[in-house]
C-alpha cells in the first residue's frame, strides 16, 4: 500500500510498504478523507509545538516512520478478534488519545483521564496511508447523516465539547470567544448549545467573522476595527463576560495572535470568571499574575476529550445542531496531495482556510 512516511522534520515521502495485519482488538479501514491538525502541520514543519520532543526522538531514533492522520474518516475493511461494536462497511472517526489499560485510573474505570496511552499518528500510525490499522477502543461509528468532510472533523470537534464542559457554563453565562478557527467555531456553537446566553466573538478577518454571526455569535467584533476589551465592556454592561474562551494565541509566524489574546481575555472576564485556555502557545510567556490573583480569576485547561464526548459529536453534527460544512474551506484530492493540505494548514491564515485542509484518500484511485 502506499503510506506517507516522515524521513525527518520537512522530509515526507510517499512510501510503497506492507499492508498492516488485522490485529486483535483492532479493525483495518480504507481512509476516506483525512486532514492534518494544525499542531501535526506544524510538527512536520519541525516548528515546536504539543509533542515536538516526542516527533524529534521518534524520528531521530525510528525514521522512516508513520506520523499524523488522526483526524480522519474511514470505512472499515476487516474487523480483529473480540471487535463487536464495529462491522465491515462501517464509517468510523476516532479520539487519539488511548488508555493505557495499566495505571490506577485504568483499573479504577477512569481510563478516559489516562495520560499514559498511545496517541494515534503519533505513537500508533495515523490515516495518511491506503489501509489503516485503528484500536476499536478509539473508535466511533459515524451516522448516515454525516459527510465523510464532516467526520474528518468529528475529532477536533470532542476536543471542543471537553472544552466547553471544562466551563460548567450556567444557563444564561455571557461567552466570549477570542479566535474563530476551527476550534472557536466549535466552541462557539456548542456553547450556544449548552446554556449560554449572550455570545460575543472576536477574530481579525473579516470572513470568519460572517460565519461565526452565521453560526450564532450575537457580536462578532473584528480585533482589527476596535479595542475588543473596551467593546466587550460596553456589550456586557461594564461585567466583562463570565466565560473567555481564548482559542487564538500561539506563534505569530503561523498568523496566530502571540500571547496578545491571553492578556485581552484577562480583562474582558468578570473577576471571578473563568478563561478556558484552548491556545497553544509553544513556549513560555509572561504573565501578571497577581492581577489574576487579585480578580479571583479562574484560569483553565481544557480537560482531554473522553469517548463520551465524541459519542456527541456524532448526535450534534448529525441533527444539524452543530454546523461543519461553513468552516471547511480546502479539500484536496487523492493521496498525493497530502503535502499540500500540510502546507494549507500550517499557514491557513495566508490561504484563508478556517478548517485544516482537507484530502479526500480515494478520489484519484
Ligand atoms: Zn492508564
Excluded at 508513520?66 to 476516532?94: M, S, Y
Excluded at 490499522?133 to 473508535?139: C, H, R
Excluded at 510567556?285 to 487579585?294: A, F, G, V, Y
Aim: proline share 5%; aromatic share 4%; with cysteine.
Amino acid at each position: 500500500m502506499k503510506a506517507w512516511r516522515f524521513y525527518n522534520f520537512n522530509d515526507m515521502r510517499l512510501d510503497d510498504i506492507p499492508e498492516p495485519a488485522c490485529a486483535p482488538n483492532h479493525v483495518l479501514a480504507q481512509p476516506l478523507c483525512v486532514q492534518p491538525s494544525v499542531t501535526e502541520a506544524q510538527l512536520a514543519q519541525g516548528i515546536p509545538t504539543l509533542a515536538y520532543d516526542r516527533v524529534k526522538r521518534r524520528l531521530e531514533t525510528e525514521a522512516p516512520i508513520q506520523l499524523f492522520g488522526h483526524e480522519f474518516c474511514a470505512r472499515i475493511l476487516e474487523v480483529g478478534r473480540n471487535v463487536t461494536r464495529f462491522h465491515v462497511g462501517d464509517r468510523i472517526a476516532a479520539r487519539a488519545k488511548l488508555p493505557c489499560g495499566d495505571c490506577p485510573l485504568c483499573q479504577s474505570e477512569r481510563s478516559d483521564l489516562c495520560r499514559q496511552g498511545p496517541v494515534i499518528g503519533f505513537d500508533l500510525p495515523g490515516c495518511f496511508s491506503e489501509v489503516a490499522s485503528l484500536p476499536a477502543i478509539a473508535l466511533v461509528k459515524v451516522d448516515d447523516k454525516i459527510s465523510d468532510s464532516e467526520a474528518a472533523c468529528l475529532q477536533s470537534l470532542s476536543d471542543s465539547v471537553a472544552a466547553v464542559e471544562t466551563a460548567q457554563l450556567c444557563m444564561g453565562d455571557t461567552v466570549v470567544i477570542l479566535g474563530q478557527g476551527s476550534m472557536g467555531l466549535e466552541c462557539l456553537q456548542i456553547a450556544r448549545l449548552s446554556g449560554a446566553g449572550l455570545i460575543i466573538t472576536v477574530d481579525v478577518r473579516d470572513e470568519s467573522c460572517n460565519i461565526s454571526r452565521e453560526l450564532g455569535a450575537d457580536h462578532a467584533l473584528n480585533a482589527t476595527q476596535c479595542d475588543i476589551v473596551t467593546a466587550i465592556q460596553d456589550l456586557t454592561g461594564g461585567n466583562g463576560a463570565d466565560v473567555v474562551f481564548e482559542c487564538a494565541g500561539g506563534s505569530p509566524k503561523q498568523g496566530m495572535a502571540g500571547h496578545q489574546t491571553l492578556l485581552q481575555a484577562i480583562e474582558a472576564v468578570r473577576s471571578g470568571g473563568k478563561i478556558i485556555g484552548v491556545s497553544w502557545f509553544g513556549g513560555p510567556l509572561p504573565l501578571n499574575i497577581d492581577r489574576m490573583r487579585e480578580r479571583s480569576l479562574r484560569y483553565l485547561f481544557p480537560d482531554i476529550s473522553t469517548q463520551a464526548h465524541l459519542e456527541h459529536t456524532v448526535r450534534v453534527v448529525a441533527t444539524g445542531r452543530v454546523r461543519l460544512k461553513p468552516t471547511i474551506t480546502h479539500i484536496f484530492s487523492g493521496i498525493e496531495s497530502v503535502p499540500q493540505a500540510f502546507e494549507v494548514t500550517a499557514n491557513k491564515g495566508m490561504h484563508k482556510a478556517i478548517n485544516p485542509a482537507q484530502v479526500m484518500m480515494l478520489a484519484t484511485r
